[in-house]
Each structure stands twice: as C-alpha cells, then as structure tokens.
C-alpha cells in the first residue's frame, strides 16, 4: 500500500488519556493511518508521491468532528445582511436602515442572527422596525432560525392576513388581539409562507455557498459533522460536491422526518440508510420534538412566563413514540431536537419503550437538551442515549444574571439548570458536543472553549453562566473526537489516532488542554486532513 501522507515532529495527543503519545510522526495511506512511530522509521516510508510535512512540534489531535450542524441549510440561511452582531433595537433598526439604502428597488431584504434579547421587555415583532422597512418585503430570521420577523409588505405579498393551522402543533402566524399578523412566524410552517413567495437563489448559487462554507468549516479545523438537513435536493449538493472532489468534511446526515408522514415516507427514509460516497453517508433521520424556548414553542413540564411552552411539536406525541419504535426496530438510529424538560422526557420514554419491545438496537439521541430536572439525568446512561449539546448557545444567548429572554420564560429555579453539560456527563452519559450552525458560529475550538468557560464569546471579561456545570478541557476535546464518534457507532474508526482508524486529523499550533479556555478560540488552526489528504494547510507548513 503506498504511502500518502506523512507527518513529522509531531505532539499526538490521545483524547482518551489526555496525554501525548510516545510517537513524532504518523502515516497514512488509502485514509487510514498506517504507522506510528519516530520521524526516522515514519520518513522511511516515504517515496516520491508522498506528501511529507513538518510539523515542528505542533499538537495533532483526531479530526474535530461537530456533532449538529446544518452545512446546506445554514449556507442558505446566512446570506444576507447578518444581525448577530446587534445588542439593542437601535443597532438594529440602523443596521436594517443601511441595508434598506443599498436596495435595489422592489428588491427583498433577507436578514438573520437575530436576537430577540434586542427587543427586552417589548413583545418579538415588527412594530419597532415599521418605520425603517416601510414598503419593503423584508424577511428577518431569528438566532434560533425557528422564528422569523416579515414585514408588512412581504406578508401582504404572500397573503397572509390573519391566523392559519399547521400539521408542526406548535406552528403559529402570530397575531395581535384584532386577529391582524404582528409579522412574528414560529417554526417552520409558518415560515415558509413568506419564504416560498421570495426570490429564491439559483442551484449554482447554492452549491457555491455550499462549498464556500464547508472550505470554512475545514480551515477552521473540522473534518467532519453530523448533519442535520437532508431535505429538498440537499443530498444532491453535497454529492456533487464530493464527485468534484470539493467535498472536505466527512458528513453524516440526517434526513428529517415531521409530523404527517406517512408509512411510505417512513419506509423511505428507512431505505435510505447508507446510501452515500466514500465522505458523506445517509445514517439517521432527525426528528424534532418541540421547538425552542426563546420563541415560547419548547415543551415545558410546566409553562414559561408568558403561559406559553406547553405543547408537543407533534400535535400527537404518540405518533412520534411509534415512529421511534418503528425505525428502531429497522436499525436507525433517531436524532430528536428536545429542548424542553417535557420534550427530553417524552424521548427517553419512547426509547425506553421502543427496547422493551424489540430489544437493544441503534444508538439513539437526543439534540440540545437545554432544561432537564435531576431524575432525566440518569436515564440518558441507562437507555444508552447520547447527549448532543451546543454549549454555545448558553454563552451567547443567555446572561449569567438571568435577564435574557431564556431565563426570563423559564424563571428560577429552572434558569439555573441550563445546558447540564456536568451533570450529564458525571450521571453517565456520552456529551457529544456541535455547534447547530448557523446558530451559532462552527469554529470548533470555539465551541470546546464555550463548554470550559460558559461565558459571552463577544465578552470574555462577563461572569459565566452556570460554571459548575462546565466540562474540563479533556471531556471537551472528547466530546468533538471520542464522543463524536460513539455517536456515531465508529468508535473503532474514528476519534482516535491509532493504526487502522481513520486518517482525520487536526492540527494546531498549542496544546488545547493547556491553553486557557479564554484564550482557546485564538489558538491557530494548522493544518486539517480528511481521509488522508490536507483540506487546509497553513502557509507556514
């Protein structure tokens, strides 16, 4: 077998020991790792095809790998004008009015990121930005891309005037007392009614959006990601981009599955499984729940603030149970979005209940799990369900005084139990840790960075929220290699750097489990390798 890939001088560190091995240098070779030892025996193995770097005592650890992101969804959800970035409606209504100014004329303003902490005590609408977008469609996606604002003129355009119904129970075209739209539209459903009469980008654009973002995501240090969105002709994007070889992530993906599905539909995802390329592979359909707690359509055991949070995303629970018994019994493993303690419950149950009937079978999961109580916790290890959480959600949407928008719904003590990252991984449980790009930024230092210090990424200098549930750096570089890859059954390919695993690997420029976690997010990214090849390499290798 020929020799592809050659590093040298290298610092491997082990994420299951979290120490260095005695090797300086690995081999690769038909993407897998071939040999460990000196750089002497290593070069060795050299000839004249092979690549051959340096890497001057940099830290190689496996390939980071982000266990929830959405590449094709969120490539598509972030074009346009960014709002992330905005703290108080002013910065906001500004930055909408610079934007209104660079319109072409009758052209739509397409906008996201928003967070609804800029409105504080004012109801989430588009009263305050009336006067800014005037006649223009503007359609303005919340943080939580559940949610969205359309401005008068835009939800004229698609005819929506008054409250519609949906199969998504917890759907809703918000409206004021007078039955009039207030221009808020929660989950998907009734998102769509705006989007579907906008101008839609063309297939070229978004397969170069596609492959700009995943180029991103390789520079930033990822190798792989367990997506989240095979829906429309995603799967054909990213196969094309793998034909093409610009494919520099391994993905796998999810496809989703939502209320009103019928047998045959169900019958299609299962005979779906494992279909892909060398890269990318279908394993799993992505279920949701409930939807989220800023926007009062999570599934609260007992309701927020507002009385809102009370229902299923399924109009009737049940049906989820059975489709979660029924791809069990074929071997598939769930993804289900549960965010809400009643949501997280109602999941541990069907799987509880789907193994009592037909045995141990795929791995399943639950996606974000934002509130649960003490006796959740433990369940997670008994039914052996990984606990996939975004511990950057709570750094940058929730304040550590509690007078976001999340812990105001939520009130005490429920807000003081966010994102049990601790508590879940001391019960037992496997935390396997993402992003949820585009809800908040793939770098995945980042990421790990956010489950060790639980503070704001814009403000490090800010108290953390909930520290006693932060994870050390070694269960956080576990949770985007070890943990990543027990997610996803490949615990003997991948997230580990061993002779037969999988040649993914990142490399960067200071030990991850030395550098302060406030410091974490800066640490350079040097060089990544998808299956034995470099899919970013610094100038200075």
Known sequence: MRTTLILLSARLLDPATGGFLPHTALAAADGRITALGDDREIRALADDTTTVIDLKGAVVTPGLVDGHIHPVHGSELTSGLDLSGCTDLEQTRQALARAVRDLAPGAWLHAWGLDPNVFGELPVDTAPFDQVLGDVPAFLLLFDAHSALASRRALELAGVDGPRTFDQATADVVCDADGRP????????????????????TREE???????????????????????????????????????GELPLRLRIAPWCQPGTDADGVRALIEQQGTGGRLWEVAGVKIFMDGTIDNGTAWLEQPDCHG???????????????????????????????????????VLDAVEKAQAEFGPGPRHRVEHIETVPDDTLRRFAELGVVASMQPTHCCDFTRADHTDNWSR??????????????????????????????????????????????????DLTQAPHGPEQALTALEALRGMTV??????????????LAVGHR???????ADPLTVPATELADVPVLLTVV??????????L
């Open 308 to 346: 809102e949070s009370r229902h299923a995303f399924w109009p009737d629970p049940e049906e989820y149970t059975r489709l979660v018994a029924t791809l069990h019994r074929a071997g598939v493993p769930t993804a289900t979005h549960a965010i809400g303690d009643a949501a997280v419950r109602h």
């Open 503 to 509: 040649a993914d690997l990142t490399v960067l420029a």
């Open 409 to 458: 719904r939520l009130g005490e003590p429920r807000a003081s139990h966010a994102w049990r990252c601790r508590d879940l991984h001391d019960s037992g449980a496997v935390v396997a840790l993402g992003s949820d790009w585009p809800i908040a930024p793939f770098p995945p230092l980042g990421v790990m960075a956010g489950a060790v210090h639980r503070r704001p990424s814009r």
């Open 206 to 244: 978004r397969r170069d959006r596609l492959a700009a973002a995943l180029r991103a995501m390789a520079a930033a240090g990822l190798t792989g990601g367990h997506a989240m969105d095979a829906n429309g002709d995603s799967l054909e994007l990213v196969a094309e981009l793998a034909e093409a």
């Open 531 to 540: 299956d034995g090849a470099p899919t970013h390499r610094a100038a200075e």
């Open 182 to 201: 207030t221009g808020l539209l929660l989950e998907d459903a009734a998102c769509e009614l705006v989007e579907r009469v906008a101008p839609q980008p």
């Open 483 to 496: 943990n990543a890859a027990y997610a996803a059954g490949e615990e003997d390919a991948a997230g580990r």
